[in-house]
T-cell receptor, first 113, second 113 residues
Framework: AQKVTQAQTEISVVEKEDVTLDCVYETRDTTYYLFWYKQPPSGELVFLIRRNSFDEQNEISGRYSWNFQKSTSSFNFTITASQVVDSAVYFCALTEYGNKLVFGAGTILRVKS | NAGVTQTPKFQVLKTGQSMTLQCAQDMNHEYMSWYRQDPGMGLRLIHYSVGAGITDQGEVPNGYNVSRSTTEDFPLRLLSAAPSQTSVYFC????????????FGPGTRLTVT
């Protein structure tokens, strides 16, 4: 069965600090997709990134970067120079195909000014 | 494009009442899903559909029914509401095939007393 673990329930940082959100996953399939979603205080879910299991290249988008390591079944998310607007709940998710997303419990990130 | 829309935004039900949560998308997406979000548990899949006329159960289907008569609409029916169904419900859609990110609606906050 698929499983996603986000061991950090809540993280608090001061603005401009770097922060890494951990995601560890379990799957028996060789083909799968990993995602990160952001849920700001307003409640909507915002797609951040998708990564397939055959692409282990790290990705950087502005202040955001993702480190995918199949050897450790991890897909960690780093925010560089955090800002108050980064305060949100962040979810890591996994799917083998289409609809069946399996989510982690989420990490609450609080960025204080 | 309105994207994924959900109605109502808030609802209070009494135990035993039934109701339908509405979900519509205008992106011509094949895949649609319903998730529920509970504190500390992330999002869990209730039901999903891979196209009009085709639905299947997710992780937590008990107490819910769905149907998909059109590509655009995917209503979720609570047959006899129970306090355990108090949650935030999200509808999502995706193109399917090789594009797997799901676009989420704004959510419906349901309270069952």
């Amino acid at each position: 069965a698929q499983k996603v673990t986000q061991a950090q329930t809540e993280i608090s940082v001061v603005e401009k600090e770097d922060v890494t959100l951990d995601c560890v996953y379990e799957t028996r399939d060789t083909t799968y997709y990993l995602f990160w979603y952001k849920q700001p205080p307003s409640g909507e879910l915002v797609f951040l990134i998708r990564r397939n299991s055959f692409d282990e290249q790290n990705e950087i988008s502005g202040r955001y970067s993702w480190n995918f390591q199949k050897s450790t079944s991890s897909f960690n998310f780093t925010i560089t120079a955090s800002q108050v607007v980064d305060s949100a709940v962040y979810f890591c998710a996994l799917t083998e195909y289409g609809n069946k997303l399996v989510f982690g419990a989420g990490t609450i990130l609080r960025v204080k000014s | 494009n309105a994207g994924v829309t959900q109605t109502p935004k808030f609802q209070v039900l009494k135990t035993g009442q039934s109701m339908t949560l509405q979900c519509a998308q205008d992106m011509n997406h094949e895949y649609m899903s319903w998730y529920r979000q509970d504190p500390g548990m992330g999002l869990r899949l209730i039901h999903y559909s891979v196209g009009a006329g085709i639905t299947d159960q997710g992780e937590v289907p008990n107490g819910y029914n769905v149907s998909r008569s059109t590509t655009e609409d995917f209503p979720l029916r609570l047959l006899s509401a129970a306090p355990s169904q108090t949650s935030v419900y999200f509808c999502a859609s995706s193109r399917g095939t090789k594009t797997y990110e799901q676009y989420f609606g704004p959510g419906t906050r349901l309270t069952v007393t």
